[in-house]
């Protein structure tokens, strides 16, 4: 399980990143919903793929298949890689959960 910096606007941040395979869907404030492949995922936030271009600083919503939206801000991003902050962070159990159900391939 990598281990990487979590910047938030109270400081940078160590948060457990742990691999996930999750094909969800991200939808802006008036924005259409797109496609994205969730990579990791951890109590504070996930980092994803997708071949759309945005913004730091871009609220959004994560649309997991079978969980409600959950409210994240964008924070970094590298080419067509995102990193991103929940506004609420999410439980332990709930992050285990997602972890457990959407393992990456082996």
Not at 14 to 24: D, F, G, L, S, T
Not at 50 to 68: D, E, Y
Request: proline share 7%.
């Amino acid at each position: 399980m990598a281990r990487l910096p979590h910047n938030q606007d109270r400081g940078v941040r160590w948060a457990e990143r742990r691999k996930v395979q999750i094909e969800a869907s991200i939808r802006g404030h008036r924005q259409v919903r797109f496609n994205v492949d969730v990579i990791d995922l951890s109590i504070s936030g996930f980092r994803f793929e997708t071949p759309f271009s945005m913004h730091a600083g871009t609220r959004l919503w994560l649309n997991v298949p079978g969980f409600q939206g959950l409210e994240a801000e964008i924070k970094w991003h590298e080419g067509f890689t995102y990193g991103c902050a929940f506004t609420v962070p999410l439980h332990p159990a709930v992050c285990d959960h997602l972890v457990r159900q959407f393992p990456t391939a082996p």
